[in-house]
């Protein structure tokens, strides 16, 4: 083999390549990664919410979450799903009475951040009361 054919066969496997490359993109929400002389940001927890108000026991509801620079993600009480890190999710829960979630975030920093809230359960059995309203003159 020539040495030109070489050149030849060298370069245009160094031009696919790049040419490959190019074409790999990161999809929208999911992480960059960063060069090791960045220096890492501190965690954000921008969303935490539920996807309903308040609910029935033995009704569903789910948790969402939008976190930047997090590298642990922990929800208390335990969610089956929440363990893995993402940028954003939700996560299905199924409280059998009103609970209190907690929502931690631990960055590559050290830093944590941390939001809760409160998911309301009504109990279908407890009939609600009939709101009356009296008039006094």
């Known amino acids: 083999m020539s040495a030109?054919?070489?050149?030849l066969t060298m370069g245009t496997?160094?031009?696919?390549?790049?040419v490959g490359l190019s074409l790999l993109r990161v999809p929208a929400g999911q992480v960059?990664?960063?060069?090791?002389?960045?220096q890492p940001q501190p965690v954000?927890?921008?969303?935490?919410?539920a996807t309903i108000g308040a609910l029935m026991a033995g009704d569903?509801?789910?948790?969402?979450?939008?976190v930047e620079n997090a590298r642990v993600i922990k929800i208390s009480p335990a969610v089956e799903t929440a363990s893995s890190v993402s940028?954003?999710?939700?996560?299905?829960?199924?409280?059998?009475?009103t609970t209190h979630y907690t929502l931690q975030a631990e960055g590559?920093?050290?830093?944590t951040a941390v939001r809760s809230l409160t998911l309301?359960?009504?109990?279908?059995?407890?009939?609600?009361?009939?709101?009356?309203i009296a008039m006094v003159w």
Do not use: M, T, W
């Open 13 to 18: 496997l160094s031009l696919v390549v790049l």
């Open 44 to 49: 954000r927890i921008l969303r935490f919410y």
């Open 32 to 38: 960059r990664l960063r060069p090791l002389s960045a």
């Open 60 to 66: 569903k509801a789910q948790l969402c979450y939008n």
């Open 108 to 111: 590559f920093d050290g830093s």
């Open 87 to 97: 940028p954003g999710r939700c996560v299905e829960v199924h409280p059998d009475h």
């Open 120 to 132: 309301p359960v009504q109990d279908p059995a407890v009939p609600k009361l009939p709101v009356h």
């Open 4 to 7: 030109s054919l070489i050149r």
